[in-house]
């Protein structure tokens, strides 16, 4: 059974930093894409970026190029997204989600979200 | 990269057809064949719903289809029922292994 499973919720203060996970199992992890998709609250899916594990080719949204970084480490299956210094306006839903290929260019699974709060 | 354009909100009664529009450019929606459409209830995961513009992945409803004509993607409900009230979006490759969501459309099943 494919499963994404994501880190759990976070509390930040303005300024720290922050890495969460997205453990995938039941597939060949470095066969696929991973993608970070932003809620905010009571707002729309926002697609930030994408990895390829296999080679960690990474590719960034313009609105979220240099405000996050994405990562990978094939060895464990695992995808990260991590903020340097956390903005209030952080504050979202953050689900990773597996891309195809050139045969699967759509999210066929996803995690089930990991919220992360900002504030002083 | 703007979002892809939905109208914010649809209704219909049940056993009624609801079309959903998303307009892009021919930068995304309009260049590939690669439209995606997503199922959001409240306070759960997304689920993909329609693939490759008009393909069901297996276990969703044939009372959803999706099509494309130039720059526009629709997804239509056909006989609508109450579990299919939530939220959905669309999504379009953009080229280069990157991808643009369209706004939100709130669905309500009168």
């Known amino acids: 059974e494919v499963q994404l499973v994501q880190s759990g919720a976070e509390v930040k203060k303005p300024g720290e930093s922050l890495k969460i996970s997205c453990k995938g199992s039941g597939y060949t992890f470095t066969n696929y894409w991973v993608a970070w998709v932003r809620q905010m609250p009571a707002k729309g899916l926002e697609w930030m970026g994408i990895i390829y594990p296999s080679d960690s080719d990474t590719r960034y949204s313009p609105s979220f190029q240099g405000q996050v970084i994405i990562s990978a480490d094939k060895s464990i299956t695992t995808a990260y997204l991590q903020w340097s210094g956390l903005e209030a306006s952080d504050t979202a839903m953050y689900y990773c989600?597996?891309?195809?290929?050139?045969?699967?260019?759509?999210?066929?699974?996803w995690g089930q979200g990991t919220p992360v709060t900002v504030s002083s | 990269q703007s979002a892809l354009t939905q109208p914010r909100s649809v209704s219909g009664s049940p056993g009624q057809s609801v079309t959903i529009s998303c307009t892009g450019s021919s930068s995304d929606v309009g260049g590939y064949t690669f439209v995606s459409w997503y199922q959001q209830h409240p306070g759960k995961a997304p689920k993909l719903i329609i693939y490759d513009v008009s393909k069901r992945p297996s276990g969703v409803p044939d009372r959803f289809s999706g099509s494309k004509s130039g720059n526009t993607a629709s997804l239509t409900i056909s006989g609508l029922q109450a579990e299919d009230e939530a939220d959905y979006y669309c999504c379009s490759f953009a080229g280069s292994y990157t991808y643009v969501f369209g706004t939100e459309t709130k669905v309500t099943v009168l």
């Open positions: 989600a597996r891309f195809g290929t050139a045969g699967g260019r759509f999210a066929d699974y």
